[in-house]
């Protein structure tokens, strides 16, 4: 893609963002679209100017048409736990709903089209690490169903948009991401951390802290995202970090990098949370050329000045 017009949904989220400032600095024109139920204006800020970028309020789960794009990325869903606890209703239409009036509108001008799944279509593993090939264990009326089923027929549109309309879709299943901009309050492992070590408060301990995730630092995401939307695999590919710690190893490079003093709080493991998690990337590592560059210990140090601002908002 050279000098491309590029809609991007779910651009005021946190990977939204990202992905955004990523494709200008490619020099493409980029439409970005939100509701802002979950994403924030403030993240597009450092735009405001820029002639190259254009935002739209807009809900997707309504159809639309902004006119002709070369590309869409399709980054609309509430994400965090908190989020989709919180708007479950709506995180099922815009996996829904809202993809397919995306598809629609690749499919009108021919754009390619590339949809942000996660790990979550994996469930609570039984296969480890998660390979793409993998159906997954997932409860699909538990709490956790209404974001891990969203995204699993959101898979099944994307693909069948490929098949039956020959869109030419990508699906990349994005593995836990952190860095500036993550939302401070969501209740995900990295910004739970960081807020609760920076206020110095106890970090809380979901369960015995021994199960696991895989912690991929955002550029990294967004480098291997990009990369599969220049390449010609339809079907879906883990994009992640293959570094695997337990919450309490986690806790404790948090811990370590801020210098706080803060203890461990351990409460119930929520129902459904999965034991553990980490990607297989044999496919991206040879069909993209792709890995991840940015260590956990190094990732939490770029993401540090952002928390502590956030912290120090709050007084």
Not at 74 to 89: E, F, H, M, T
Request: net charge negative; with cysteine; hydrophobic share 35%.
């Amino acid at each position: 893609m050279s000098n491309k017009l590029i809609l991007v949904t779910g651009a005021a989220g946190f990977l939204g963002s990202h992905l955004t400032d990523a494709l200008l600095a490619e020099g493409h024109d980029v439409l970005g679209v939100d509701n802002l139920a979950t994403g924030k204006l403030d993240n597009l800020a450092h735009l405001k100017g820029e002639s190259r970028f254009r935002f739209e309020q807009k809900d997707i789960c309504e159809p639309f048409d902004f006119g002709h794009v070369d590309y869409v990325f399709n980054l609309a869903s509430p994400a965090s736990p908190v989020d989709y606890y919180r708007l479950g209703i709506e995180t099922l239409l815009v996996g829904s709903a809202g993809t397919i009036n995306t598809l629609e509108v690749a499919k009108k001008y021919g754009a390619g089209y590339l949809h942000a799944s996660t790990s979550e279509c994996y469930g609570d593993p039984e296969v480890h690490p998660q390979v793409e090939s993998y159906w997954g264990n997932v409860n699909p009326i538990g709490p956790r169903s209404v974001y891990d089923e969203a995204k699993r027929f959101s898979e099944a549109a994307v693909t069948a948009y490929n098949r039956y309309h020959h869109v030419n879709t990508h699906l990349v299943r994005i593995f836990n991401t952190y860095g500036p901009r993550l939302q401070a309050n969501d209740g995900r492992v990295i910004s739970n951390f960081m807020m609760q070590a920076l206020r110095g408060v106890p970090l809380t301990i979901y369960g015995d802290g021994k199960q696991t995730r895989s912690f991929c630092y955002v550029s990294d995401l967004i480098a291997g995202i990009l990369a599969l939307s220049k390449s010609d695999e339809h079907l879906p590919t883990n994009i992640g970090n293959p570094g695997e710690f337990t919450m309490i190893e986690c806790a404790q490079e948090v811990l370590a990098l801020t210098g706080s003093k803060s203890e461990l709080t351990f409460q119930p493991l929520p129902q459904d949370d999965p034991k553990q998690r980490k990607p297989d990337i044999t496919k991206a590592k040879s069909l993209l050329g792709w890995e991840p560059k940015v260590p956990l210990r190094e990732g939490l140090a770029k993401s540090l000045d952002y928390f502590k601002a956030c912290v120090a908002a709050e007084k």
